[in-house]
């Protein structure tokens, strides 16, 4: 469940379903009027979830970003070890080499849910700081049309 707005929540699914994310402070809920105090009564009425202040949230962000960077250089490796073939096709090598496939796909596999779980944990929290990536993006698309066009070249030109 996240929050939408005031006491409003919406539910997602994911592995963080039912446990919305509220910061305490937060610019999105000065701008809709709604006091500290006020989001966290919400936040505590909707029972479960995690309550945290701006530099907190932050923080976590960071650290699940950095989190997110380091598992996406090991799935490569991951992936090459998934897909090992065996030195020699006798039963010895062919049989070790299909138990420690095994293993290193369950690995990959592994890498792959915590891939999914970190960036949902960073979209959830991104959200609640009022971090909105997609309308960055749309931004910098119009920035650089606006860079590109022979009109609007600045304050002298």
Do not use: H
């Not at 305490?24 to 505590?44: E, H, I, K, R, W």
């Not at 970003?65 to 250089?73: G, I, P, Y």
């Not at 991951?78 to 095994?102: M, Y």
């Not at 290193?104 to 960073?122: C, H, K």
């Amino acid at each position: 469940m996240a929050e939408n707005g005031l006491g409003k929540a919406i539910e997602t699914t994911g592995w963080l379903t039912g446990l919305p994310i509220t910061v305490v402070g937060t610019a999105l809920n000065v701008a809709q009027g709604v006091s500290d105090a006020a989001v966290v009564a919400s936040a505590t009425k909707t029972g479960a979830g995690f309550t945290l202040s701006p530099d907190e949230a932050r923080s976590l962000l960071d650290r699940a970003k950095r989190l997110r960077e380091n598992v996406a250089k090991m799935q490569p490796d991951a992936q090459a070890l998934a897909r090992l073939t065996p030195p020699s096709p006798d039963p010895g090598s062919a049989g070790f080499n299909q138990q420690a496939v095994t293993t290193f796909s369950t690995g990959r596999d592994s890498l792959d849910a915590m891939l999914r779980y970190v960036t949902e944990l960073i979209g959830r929290l991104e959200k609640a700081l009022g971090i909105v990536s997609e309308s960055d993006g749309q931004a910098a698309v119009d920035v650089k049309a606006v860079g590109n066009s022979e009109q609007g070249k600045g304050l002298l030109g």
